[in-house]
């Protein structure tokens, strides 16, 4: 990796200078223009964190001194806001669309791909279609019927602008019988009883299944017939080469018999297509212009081309990207096994943290706005990579950052038994450390944390925004000193305060209290808990007759 701590410096004084303090999400966009790949951005976050850092605990003037010595590292003409590439035959009339399978809540991973067809939407004021990809799936893979919910709300909290109505697969099914028969009659479809393991391994040969040339009137009679036979006795195939180099591409499955009930229609087919041919109609019919899909669907690609072909019908522009893997979000984010935990009563629902849901990460106070610039910066990666979460965080608290106000909360309170204690009944500390209003915390018995007492033991330490104390022993015993340094740590304290929990993205709770003005905090409001992180307040319930006040974690 080329080595930018230059740049990086230069940048985050720069940022520091002209806001106050230095963002990271601010600086890494900064540094394509200085050579950095995507690839590497896992690698350069902790030398930005800790450039952040640095600079953020200098004074102005001590900046602006440093900034003249790397000033030069800064580009004379920066760059604007890198935009999306360009598409391959953009122009009027484009046509994209959102295919999502409803088989639980949109994530973080896969309204990726989602969000990119609508920012070139945005981008060429182009249309786009919202179509359910809800034919019937497979065992493994099934429909969750709340899905139908949870994918709008998610595209509608995103703000993507999808024509109306929504298009649901599952209402096209006689669409595509007409063309499958189509298909039979122009001599490249039949109608397959071979055991499908059977003729896996025949494939595999390049051997034909026997019951590919028979003539067309008994291909359409066995069409009509297979609407009334058992679930796996026969399928649709179409007719490809044998000898193609991909054996998965030989004579792939068109339409399947299940006798599943499906969640919109219930019984009323039996009779199903599977992915490739139910879009390689639709993208015709409907008029996509351009596709972007994941890598893992080019057979389907295929597939979709060589119907195109038979049809001679005019193919749209699809474009593949890669892999995008998320560090420090946990365990691989599935919505299929999230369906499970969340059927099992594991989850607490489709919102839960874990499952890093649209609906959770509104729920734990993140702008739409960072969701999408997050998204357009990872751009059409053709390669796969892997990016850090902390770039998510970084755009998101750049946003929030402002209108989030300041409280304190603890874990794991311990009572301070501060031998001289001072008269002091109440203080006046900022809401914000931008704005002029105040709240005024109320001070009778002092409570601290027990990791912060037992880090500080035998040192001074600061009580934010109070006074210097020096920790004698982890209990709590201390004394205030006499020497009013602020240039020293720091810990949280609370006095008169509330029981509160905060969910974090494991899905564990963290306990704790937090001072009483948070009693004044509306549902939904978000907050920043000084030292701890952005929180976004959940809602009060009772609980052992005593109320406790619950926030959704954001990030530090």
Known sequence: MKDLENEITAYALKNAIEFGKADAGRILPKLFQHGLEKDEIKEIMPVIQSSVKKINSMKPEERAKLFSEYEKYVKVKEEKEKDLPELPHAGKKMVFRLAPYPSGALHIGNAKTYLINALYAEKYNAKILFVIDDTIGSEEKQIAKEAYKLIPEAFDWLKVKYEKPIIYKSDRLEIYYKYGEELIKKGKAYVDFTPSEKMREMRAKGIESPDRQFPLKIQLERWKEMFKLKEGEAVLRIKTSMTHPNPAFRDRVLFKITDRKHPRVGTKYRVWPTLEMSWAIDDHLLGITHIIRGNDLRIETDMEKYIWDIFKWKHPEIIHVSLVKLDGVGAKISKSKAQKEVKSGEFIGWDDPRTWSIQSLKRRGFNPEAIKEFVKEIGLNTQDITVPIDILYAINRRMIDAESNRYSFIQDPIELKIKNKLDTREV?????????????????????????????????????????????????????????????????????????????????????????????????????????????????RSENEKGIYEFWFAHK
């Open 428 to 540: 006046f500390v900022p809401i914000h450390p931008d704005k002029k209003d105040m709240r005024q915390l109320l001070i009778d018995k002092l409570f601290a944390s027990k990791a912060d007492l037992e880090k500080y033991k035998g040192k001074e330490t600061r009580l934010i925004h109070l006074y210097n104390i020096k920790v004698e022993s982890k209990d709590g015993s201390a004394k205030v000193t006499t020497i009013d340094n602020k240039d020293i740590h720091k810990i949280n304290w609370v006095s008169d305060f509330v029981e509160t929990r905060i969910l974090m993205p494991d899905g564990t709770w963290i306990e704790g209290i937090a001072e009483s003005s948070i009693k004044e905090l509306k549902n939904g409001e978000r907050i920043q808990f000084e030292r701890f992180g952005f929180a976004r307040f959940d809602n009060k």
